[in-house]
């Protein structure tokens, strides 16, 4: 059941440098994910903000386990910044955010100075991109997703999939009715481009088991400096 704070007289709204925020409160980023599982006890709206689980490009599947370990005066963790990635905090997290009224602090996350204005720069810009996307709900929560958009009449790029690993089915979904919703609303499109998988080994297998037609090879391409 959910909490509702009490009314009360005293204005305790800040400005913390343009942001608007009802009160000083907010969450410790990566303790409260985007509240959405708290918000059945507590009313996530009457934070000051919600500041999110570190978000990066392209979402990173954290550290190896053992990540938890019990000491005699807590618990000591390491997870690695596991996230699903910049695509998903905005189509799926901010937009729940901004439905329910409250205020979001966005924690960001990057191996490089680049990585950190990429996901700034995909917050601000990802509407102008042009992307589309599938997301799948099991029992009302996300369980799965998928983002992309066309870059040539006859491809459509997927950027991102993702899907709780541990819900058995559900990558396979996603992918499939992401090709349904792409053969749907593009009939002209021949091929779907599945965008980088990092060359990590459970990813790559992932791919080749739907036996692509092609693999290309990667560059990276550098300016020199004048
Ligand atoms: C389970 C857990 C996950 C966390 N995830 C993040 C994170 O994603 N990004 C981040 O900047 N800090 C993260 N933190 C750090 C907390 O935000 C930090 O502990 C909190 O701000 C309190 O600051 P202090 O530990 O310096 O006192 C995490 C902490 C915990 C316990």
Do not use: C
């Amino acid at each position: 059941m959910q909490r509702i704070p009490k009314e009360t007289s005293v204005n305790l709204a800040v400005d913390l440098g343009g942001l608007a925020m009802k009160n000083p409160v907010t969450t410790a980023s990566g303790t409260f994910g985007a509240g959405m599982e708290y918000h059945d006890f507590v009313d996530v709206a009457a934070l000051g903000a919600v500041t999110t689980k570190g978000v990066s490009l392209h979402g990173w599947e954290g550290n190896a386990s053992p990540r938890i370990a019990e000491t005699p005066s807590g618990m000591l963790n390491s997870i690695g910044l596991q996230n699903p990635g910049v695509a998903h905090l905005k189509e799926v997290e901010l937009p729940w955010l901004a439905s329910i009224g409250a205020t979001a602090m966005v924690n960001v996350s990057g191996h490089s100075f680049d990585e950190y204005v990429a996901v700034i720069e995909a917050l601000y810009h990802m509407d102008k991109l042009g992307l589309e996307g599938a997301l799948i709900r099991a029992g009302g929560s996300p369980v799965a997703f998928s983002l992309g958009g066309l870059i040539t009449p006859e491809v459509f790029d997927v950027n991102f999939e993702k899907a709780f690993g541990d819900i058995q089915g559900a990558y396979p979904a996603i992918n499939r009715e992401m090709a349904r919703l792409v053969r749907a609303r593009h009939p002209q499109v021949k091929w779907l481009n599945r965008e980088d998988d990092l060359g990590l080994e459970g990813l790559r297998r992932a791919k080749l088991s739907y036996y692509p037609d092609l693999l290309l090879e990667k560059y990276t391409a550098r300016k020199p400096l004048d």
